[in-house]
């Protein structure tokens, strides 16, 4: 299988061809992959290139990776916390400013109280509908935020996930 590493120019965030190219020729070097496997490699890096918007052309949600793009997998994340809400309205809230009256124009904030620790997001406005739909409370100023990082919010869930149920779930039903 051919080894693809995308790395990106760090000031405009666009994909760097001749960068690219390096390092995939230096995984061939250090790595001993055939010819064949870099072929493959370099011929990928060309399609994806292609999709790519030009540098300064428009809206870098668009960049793709060659399945879905930066706006795909936001609207993706946003559903998902809208559905982990919905499973869970108890220890779930949302509203249109932060704990301390400000708000950013065009979003909203949505959390979770949960077990190993609060998770919040910011949502776009377009999806306050959906958030009324998953029977969370509506707060006038949202729950203080306790300073957590993207990191951390990725790590609280995680081990939520890996906590022991306290009661059976009931068994997914095919029919």
Same mark, same amino acid.
């Given at each position: ?5 995308? !790395? !990106?120019?760090?000031?405009? @965030?666009? +994909? ?18 055939? &010819? ?5 490699? &370099? ?14 052309? $428009? ?6 990776? @060659?399945?879905? !793009? ?19 309205? %108890? ?7 932060? *704990?301390?009256?400000?708000?950013? *124009? ?10 190993? @620790?609060?998770? %919040? ?7 306050? +509908?959906?958030?009324?739909? !998953? $029977? ?5 100023? $949202? ?14 869930? &995680? ?17």
């Amino acid at each position: 299988m051919p080894i693809l590493i995308m !790395t !990106t120019e760090p000031e405009t @965030g666009y +994909s760097e061809p001749s960068l690219m190219h390096y390092t995939v020729r230096k995984l061939h070097d250090e790595l001993h992959i055939t &010819q064949a496997e870099l072929a493959s490699a &370099q011929s990928r890096i060309a399609e994806l290139e292609a999709k790519q918007p030009e540098a300064g052309s $428009g809206d870098k949600g668009e960049i793709s990776d @060659g399945y879905h !793009t930066f706006n795909e997998l936001y609207d993706h994340r946003c559903t998902l916390f809208l559905a982990l809400m919905k499973a869970h309205p %108890t220890i779930s809230w949302f509203s249109t400013k932060h *704990d301390d009256g400000s708000k950013w *124009d065009g979003w909203f904030i949505a959390g979770i109280k949960a077990p190993t @620790g609060d998770v %919040t997001y910011h949502l776009p406005a377009r999806m306050w +509908s959906l958030a009324c739909e !998953t $029977g969370a409370a509506v707060l006038e100023r $949202g729950i203080r935020w306790d300073g957590h990082t993207p990191v951390q919010v990725v790590e609280r869930i &995680q081990a939520w996930v890996s906590l022991k149920p306290t009661e059976p779930s009931p068994a997914p039903n095919n029919s």
